[in-house]
Every structure is written in structure tokens, then in C-alpha cells.
């Protein structure tokens, strides 16, 4: 079986211009009612990272999650984020952004670890 996952978070993260949370919300209950597996919506990292993503908590606050089967993906890139994201019943998936850098490596690895035991 092929299970389609859509990823408007890819598309969003790279616009300079804020979009604002509200808008987010709409264009996501939108896409929530299309009948994909699953939504790549948001992202549990660094604000200065990922400036256009940093309402991610308070937009899956607000999406309407009561007429969808469709599950809720978003991306972290450590511990905290992983604990960020796990605190919205809403979020099936979370997506681990990993940097193959050698001085990185152990880092990665110990946090790896640290997420798989929380979720």
C-alpha cells in the first residue's frame, strides 16, 4: 500500500516573509480534509533557525483534527525538541533532522538515544 505524506513545512520554512499563524492554520485544515496519510506540518527546532516555523506549537493547537485520519508529522532536531513536540497529542510522527558532521557525531548519537526513549 502507498501511503502519500504531503510537506508543506519544506515549502513554508523557506519564504522570507512570515506567514501568519492564522493563515497557516486555514491552508492547514485545508490540506487536513485532502485524505493523505500524513502532513509534514511543522517544526520543533530553533526559532533562529527556522524563523517561518517558530508558531508550530501554537498552530497544532489549532488545527481541527476531528473530521481527518490524517496523522501529523513534524520535524525535531534534538532532545528538547523531541520533548516540545511530544507534549501535542496531535503529532504521530516526529521526523530527525540528522547532520552527518564527524564533530557532531557523538553529539547526535547520544541525543538519538535520549529521543528514543521519550516517545
Do not use: W
Not at 517544526?43 to 517561518?52: D, E, G, M
Amino acid at each position: 500500500m502507498v501511503k502519500i505524506i504531503d510537506c508543506p513545512r519544506d515549502a513554508i520554512q523557506g519564504l522570507k516573509t512570515f506567514i501568519p499563524t492564522e493563515k497557516k492554520i486555514e491552508y492547514l485544515n485545508l490540506l487536513l480534509q485532502t485524505g493523505f496519510y500524513a502532513i509534514d506540518f511543522g517544526s520543533f527546532v530553533s526559532h533562529k533557525s527556522i524563523p517561518q516555523l517558530a508558531d508550530t506549537s501554537e498552530v497544532v493547537d489549532a488545527l481541527d483534527m476531528s473530521n481527518t485520519h490524517t496523522k501529523l508529522l513534524a520535524i525535531i532536531a534534538n532532545y528538547r525538541g523531541a520533548v516540545d513536540a511530544c507534549n501535542h497529542e496531535n503529532i504521530t510522527y516526529l521526523d530527525i533532522l540528522f547532520l552527518f558532521l564527524r564533530l557532531f557525531r557523538r553529539e547526535i548519537h547520544i541525543n538519538l538515544f535520549m529521543i528514543l526513549l521519550i516517545v
